[in-house]
C-alpha cells in the first residue's frame, strides 16, 4: 500500500530502554548532582511542569502539576483467544452464505505506564503508552476445507499503538483523552497492508461503588477516525500481480462503468463516532469476576462514497474472568450484536445480527 506510513520505532526501542533502567534511578531528583536515566518519567514531568505555576507568594512559584510518581511500569501480556461466529461475513439473513466459522487470534502487547501527575490537590494524570501485535487465523479447525484459512484476506495481521491520557477527578469520575493508530495487513502469500487510521477520542467516565463492593460503570465518548487505503489503481496493480489479469483490461472496464482509477475506498471510513456502555463489574470470591455490559455506538461517516451514510451497532454481552495466579488467567466471552445502517441504497445488504462467544488464555508479567 502506499501512502504515509506511522513509524513504530519509539515502541520498538521503549521496552529496551525501560528494562534497562535501574530501579532505584526512578526516585533520583531532577535537581541532583547526578544526570537522570534516559526515559525517566521526570523527563516529560519537568516539561509539562514548567508551563503550570499558580500565581507567586512570599514563599515563590507554587507548581500547579506536581509528579506523585516519576517509575516507569512496564507490563507484557500474551494471549490466546478460541472464537466462534454465527455471521463470519457479517450479512443479513436473506443473503447469508455462511451460518457459522470460527477463529483464532493470537496477541502479543506491551504497555508502558509514564509515572503519575497531580495537578492540584484533587485530579491525577497516569499517561500510558500501549503496542499491541496480533495475528489472526480464520476457521483454523476447517470447516469449510481450506477456503477460509488461505483466504489473504481472511487472516491478517494488525498492529496497534495507542497513548491515553487518563485524568481521575473527584467522586470516581474520569476523563480520558486518547488516540489509536490502527494497521492491519495480510501474511498469506505477498504481504500487503490493507489500510491504517488514525482514532482521536474523547471519554468521560463515571464509577458507582456499591457497598457490596461491586461497581457499575457508565462512559461517555467521541471520537474521529482518519482513515487511509488503497485507491483502484492500487488495487488493481496487486491484483494484477496476484492473478495474471491484465491491468489494462482491468483498467477498460473501470472507464466504461464511468469511474476512475483515483477513485476508491482511499478514505472510506473517516467518520465521527458516538458511544454509550454501561456495565456492571460482580466479583464473585476473590479469582471470579462477572461482567454483563451493554453499548450503543453510532459512526456518521463523511467522506468518500460512504458520505451520508450512518451505522448504528447494539451490543449486550457477559464476560467471566478467571485468575488462577497474578499472572495467568482465562475469560469468557459471548455477546450478541445488532447493527443498522441508514443513508444508504443498499441500508438491508449492510445490516446484520450476530453472535459471538469465545475463550481466552492470557499471561501477563509486570516489570
Same mark, same amino acid.
Given at each position: 500500500m502506499t501512502g504515509k506510513k506511522f513509524s513504530f520505532s519509539i515502541f520498538l526501542f521503549l521496552p529496551a530502554f525501560a528494562f534497562a533502567q535501574p530501579a532505584d534511578s526512578t526516585n533520583a531528583s531532577s535537581s541532583g548532582d547526578e544526570p537522570l536515566p534516559f526515559l525517566n518519567a521526570d523527563f516529560f514531568a519537568d516539561s509539562l511542569a514548567e508551563a503550570y505555576t499558580l500565581e507567586e507568594d512570599p514563599m515563590g512559584a507554587q507548581r500547579l502539576l506536581q509528579v506523585r510518581d516519576s517509575a516507569l511500569t512496564p507490563s507484557v501480556n500474551v494471549s490466546s483467544s478460541f472464537n466462534y461466529t454465527s455471521n463470519p461475513f457479517k450479512q443479513p439473513?436473506?443473503?447469508?452464505?455462511?451460518?457459522?466459522?470460527?477463529?483464532?487470534?493470537?496477541?502479543?502487547?506491551?504497555?508502558?505506564?509514564?509515572?503519575?501527575?497531580?495537578?492540584?490537590?484533587?485530579?491525577?494524570?497516569?499517561p500510558a503508552l500501549s503496542?499491541?501485535?496480533?495475528?489472526?487465523?480464520?476457521?483454523?479447525?476447517?470447516?469449510?476445507?481450506?477456503?477460509?484459512?488461505k483466504d489473504p484476506g481472511l487472516n491478517t495481521d494488525t498492529q496497534i499503538a495507542s497513548l491515553s491520557l487518563p485524568f481521575i477527578l473527584p467522586n470516581d469520575f474520569s476523563l480520558v483523552f486518547s488516540h489509536t493508530y490502527t494497521a492491519p495487513s495480510t501474511y498469506r502469500g505477498k504481504k500487503q497492508q490493507l489500510m491504517y487510521s488514525n482514532t482521536p477520542k474523547l471519554s468521560f467516565i463515571k464509577n458507582f461503588i456499591l457497598d457490596s463492593g461491586d461497581t457499575i460503570s457508565f462512559s461517555a465518548g467521541a471520537s474521529y477516525t482518519f482513515s487511509e487505503s488503497d485507491?483502484?489503481?492500487?488495487?488493481?496493480?496487486?491484483?494484477?500481480?496476484?492473478?495474471?489479469?491484465?491491468?489494462?483490461?482491468?483498467?477498460?472496464?473501470?472507464?466504461?462503468?464511468?469511474?476512475?482509477?483515483?477513485?476508491?475506498?482511499?478514505?472510506?471510513?473517516?467518520?465521527?463516532?458516538?458511544?454509550?456502555?454501561?456495565?456492571?463489574?460482580?466479583?464473585? =470470591?476473590?479469582?471470579?469476576?462477572?461482567?454483563? #455490559? !451493554?453499548?450503543? $455506538?453510532?459512526?456518521?461517516? +463523511?467522506? @468518500?462514497? %460512504?458520505? /451520508?451514510?450512518?451505522?448504528?451497532?447494539?451490543?449486550?454481552?457477559?464476560?467471566?474472568?478467571?485468575?488462577?495466579?497474578?499472572?495467568?488467567?482465562?475469560?469468557?466471552?459471548?455477546?450478541?450484536?445488532?447493527?443498522?445502517?441508514? =443513508?444508504?441504497?443498499?441500508?438491508?445488504?449492510? #445490516? !446484520?445480527?450476530? $453472535?459471538?462467544?469465545?475463550? +481466552?488464555? @492470557?499471561? %501477563?508479567? /509486570?516489570?
Open positions: 439473513k436473506s443473503s447469508k452464505t455462511h451460518n457459522k466459522s470460527t477463529s483464532l487470534d493470537l496477541s502479543l502487547s506491551f504497555n508502558l505506564g509514564l509515572g503519575e501527575y497531580g495537578i492540584g490537590d484533587e485530579v491525577v494524570c497516569a503496542f499491541i501485535q496480533m495475528r489472526s487465523f480464520m476457521d483454523p479447525i476447517e470447516d469449510y476445507g481450506s477456503e477460509f484459512l485507491t483502484l489503481e492500487e488495487q488493481f496493480k496487486q491484483l494484477a500481480d496476484s492473478t495474471g489479469l491484465s491491468f489494462a483490461f482491468l483498467e477498460a472496464i473501470t472507464v466504461q462503468a464511468g469511474q476512475s482509477l483515483a477513485d476508491g475506498p482511499a478514505n472510506l471510513q473517516d467518520g465521527t463516532g458516538h458511544e454509550i456502555s454501561i456495565s456492571y463489574t460482580k466479583l464473585v =470470591g476473590e479469582k471470579l469476576t462477572l461482567v454483563p #455490559s !451493554f453499548s450503543y $455506538f453510532s459512526t456518521a461517516f +463523511t467522506e @468518500g462514497s %460512504n458520505k /451520508s451514510r450512518k451505522d448504528i451497532v447494539y451490543n449486550a454481552g457477559l464476560s467471566a474472568n478467571f485468575a488462577f495466579f497474578e499472572w495467568l488467567s482465562i475469560s469468557g466471552l459471548s455477546n450478541f450484536s445488532w447493527k443498522r445502517t441508514s =443513508g444508504t441504497e443498499e441500508n438491508a445488504l449492510l #445490516s !446484520f445480527d450476530d $453472535f459471538i462467544g469465545g475463550v +481466552t488464555i @492470557g499471561v %501477563n508479567h /509486570s516489570f
